[in-house]
């Protein structure tokens, strides 16, 4: 079994930063894509970020230049860094990830999800 367990969400003014953590554990032998992906109520989920790992990263034009993925493969995390927040950020935040089990075979998961809420 395999979970990915994110942190790191909450209340933020405009302007603000946040920055979420998600970390798989169980049988994980490698992990190859990690990615963050949000809802906003009335929306259809979509692709905040992704990286590979090698690290070459892919970011949705809304939140280019003002949000970062990062990925530390020793502890199985990923992480994403926001800046300069906006109440368009307002969503549940998904973790998702490729994973290899340490049994051979290849997993998708989903994180159970965080929100991040940018208000005044």
């Known amino acids: 079994q395999v979970q990915l367990v994110e942190s790191g969400g909450g209340l933020v003014q405009p302007g603000g930063s946040l920055n979420l953590s998600c970390a798989a554990s169980?049988?994980?032998?490698?992990?190859?894509?990690m990615g963050w992906y949000r809802r906003a109520p009335g929306k259809q989920r979509e692709l905040v970020a992704t990286?590979?790992?090698?690290?070459?990263?892919n970011y949705a034009d809304s939140v280019k230049g003002r949000f970062a993925i990062s990925r530390d493969n020793t502890k199985n995390t990923a992480y994403l860094q926001m800046n300069n927040l906006s109440p368009e950020d307002t969503a549940g935040y998904y973790c998702?990830?490729?994973?290899?089990?340490?049994?051979?075979?290849?997993?998708?998961?989903w994180g159970q999800g965080t929100q991040v809420t940018v208000s005044s």
């Open positions: 998702n990830a490729s994973i290899m089990l340490i049994t051979g075979h290849s997993k998708e998961c």
């Open positions: 169980g049988s994980v032998f490698r992990i190859n894509i």
């Open positions: 990286i590979k790992s090698g690290r070459r990263t």
